[in-house]
């Protein structure tokens, strides 16, 4: 998954890391040369007291650190480019791939988890291109250099070399193969903490009037410790491996001096070899534990590569057609033929074979008791879900077949619980036609019941909107959101429970301006109130998903008993009659 993940994203910096590698190649041969020159001066210049060659093989050196220090730095430059561009190019791909998803797959993954994916794990294997770059590179060229100069040194010696890295890696292959299966679940816990967090902020009204913080903080608190426990047995095998690098190179250095110096004493090796000899063995093991800090954060990255193509891969469920239809044979017609819906994993359909048809200057009301479906049966019309039976006809064509574009250009929806954005009133009420005029944005408000509240703001149309628009009340967002719909000059008007929190007056005073702006456009309300629809052209009654009747008013009072039990219950008696 990793791989794939970095063959598909990492294409577009091919050159950059070309060059980061043929730089790393430069830098890290120029760093192997280093003691092999000051061997040379040690054995030629010092031990023979030559200043002419110190000097000369002295300059050299620093020509070489240049080359060395240059090659780094831009390597360095390119590679924080490469994995940088990387991984805004990874999250980019995973947010739009979200942004595809229909609330199907929404719910499937949530939203606190997908959350996690565009942000923490990216910069995982983010982090990963970037030390790549950096260390991974040079390490191998390092590790294999070292070796071959050091055998230039002395070949008598090489022996510890192979001692001292058998133990340094089966010492690292221990630790690593135990931190390994932390990290999955560390990422999972991640995200369980997301969850709660998200889930205790935007519900923090309904946990203190329910008293329910110490229940809350209790909560948090347990999924905090057990990022807190994963994350710190991590830290504690991370902790370990420092130690017992150096301890394993610190032994080798002491070798290397001691067998050494015998050999310089019998005659077999020269003082320059045997300090070359040392900065050799050390860079040959610095390059195994750079290699190792790598290893740590691969299996990681992998973990966090996973998750990400397990977005990336994931079909929305709602596909775009492959042949979109862009002409239309009728105007606002709605069409529902046999529609059935049933929510993924649940046994029963939600909707039953509902079929339904509306034309324009039509409103078509849908009424029925809680849970009965219909808010489901609203989002099958502008694709949110796609029917599991039966089709939605928009103007003659079957949604699935339609421009999307095209089809969220016809409908104004106004979604059962407004959602505001972050911005200001006018920004909002633009998201149904950016150019809109500020007398077209007055005139959508008025219609709406909401220029009253608008204009008493200060700054009117520019008055400020917080997140998911938590500054105005439920019946003011209402308004807004109705507004908004407005603005977008629908074909299709679906107001799902839009009127339920205006009083009786402004409900009424809301249809009646509706009415001319309408007029040539299918309506559909959603409505708990019968006061609501009683004018509707045909009342739609559902209940536990099936059509119970479909008529006005009047015929439905005659011949639906599920209709009229619901007009009973909310008039009195002799207003009915
Ligand atoms: N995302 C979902 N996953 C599974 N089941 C769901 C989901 N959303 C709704 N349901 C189920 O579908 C049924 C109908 O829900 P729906 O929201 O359409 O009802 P409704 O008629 O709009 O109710 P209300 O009048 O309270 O708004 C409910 O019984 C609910 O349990
Ligand atoms: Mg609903």
């Known amino acids: 998954m990793l791989v794939r993940l970095l063959r598909t994203y990492l294409v577009p910096y091919r050159t950059l890391l070309a060059a980061v590698i043929v730089l790393q190649l430069f830098g890290t041969l120029a760093a192997l040369y280093l003691p092999s020159l000051n061997a040379d001066i040690i ?58 998803f229909s609330s199907r797959e929404v719910t499937r993954f949530g939203a606190p ?31 294999v250099g070292g070796i071959i100069m050091a ?24 630790i690593i193969s135990r931190m390994v299966p932390q990290f999955r679940l560390m990422q999972t816990r991640i995200d369980v903490v997301n969850r709660v967090l998200r889930e205790q902020i935007s519900g923090i009204r309904v946990v203190r009037a329910f008293v329910r913080e110490p229940v809350e903080r209790q909560r948090f608190g347990a999924a905090n410790v057990a990022l807190t426990d994963t994350a710190l047995r991590v830290g504690r095998l991370q902790a370990f491996l420092f130690p017992i690098v150096l301890l394993v190179l610190n032994v080798s250095s002491v070798a290397v001096l001691w067998f050494g110096a015998h050999r310089i004493q019998d005659g077999e090796m020269q003082i320059g070899s045997l300090t070359a000899f040392l900065s050799y063995l050390l860079q040959i093991l610095m390059s195994i534990m750079m290699a190792t800090f790598m290893l740590i954060l691969v299996p990681r990255a992998a973990v966090s590569a996973d998750r990400l193509m397990e977005v990336l891969d994931t079909e929305s469920s709602v596909i775009p057609p492959s042949e979109p239809v862009t002409e239309l044979a009728l105007h606002a017609t709605l069409e529902l033929e046999g529609v059935t819906f049933t929510y993924p994993g649940a046994d029963d359909p939600v909707l039953r074979n509902i079929s339904v048809r509306t034309g324009p200057g039509q409103t078509t009301a849908i009424i029925g008791s809680t849970g009965s479906g219909k808010s489901t049966l609203v989002s099958l019309i502008p694709r949110l879900m796609d029917a599991t039976e039966g089709r939605v006809l928009v103007d003659g064509v ?47 408000l008025r219609a709406a019941q909401a220029d009253d509240f608008v204009s008493a703001m200060a700054e009117g149309l520019d008055s400020p909107v917080a997140q998911g628009g938590t500054n105005f009340s439920g019946g003011q967002r209402q308004r807004l959101a109705i507004a908004r719909a407005i603005v977008h000059r629908p074909e299709i008007y679906l107001f799902d429970d839009s009127f339920s929190a205006l009083d009786l007056a402004t409900d009424s005073r809301l249809r ?41 008013h009047d015929e439905l009072l005659a011949g639906c008993p599920t209709y009229a039990e619901i007009v009973e219950s909310q008039l009195p008696a002799e207003a009915v009659a």
């Open 43 to 100: 054995d030629n210049g010092v031990a023979k007291a030559d200043t002419g060659y110190i000097l000369r093989t002295g300059t050299m050196m620093l020509a070489v650190t240049l080359v060395q220090v240059v090659c780094s730095v831009a390597a360095v430059y390119f590679g924080a480019r490469t994995a940088m561009g990387f991984g805004r190019d990874t999250r980019a791909a995973v947010f739009h791939q979200v942004g595809a």
């Open 113 to 143: 988890s997908l959350i996690t994916r565009t942000t923490n794990d990216v910069q995982q294997v983010q982090i990963v291109v970037l030390l790549t770059c950096t260390l991974m590179i040079s390490a191998p060229i390092m590790c």
């Open 151 to 174: 055998l230039r040194q002395d070949l008598g010696l090489s022996w510890l070399i192979v001692v001292s890295v058998t133990i340094l890696v089966a010492a690292i292959a221990m």
């Open 398 to 444: 079957d949604v699935r077949r339609l421009d999307p574009a095209l089809l969220h250009g016809l409908i104004g929806l106004v979604p059962q619980t407004a959602y505001l954005f972050t911005g200001t009133i006018a920004s909002n009420l633009r998201y149904g036609k950016a150019d809109a005029t500020d007398e077209e944005l007055w005139q959508a």
């Open 512 to 552: 009646a301006a509706l009415r001319p702006i309408t007029r040539d456009s299918a309506v559909v309300i959603v409505a708990q109130r019968v006061s609501t629809i009683v004018d509707a052209d045909q009342i739609l009654v559902i209940d536990d998903g099936a059509v119970m009747g479909l008529g006005t």
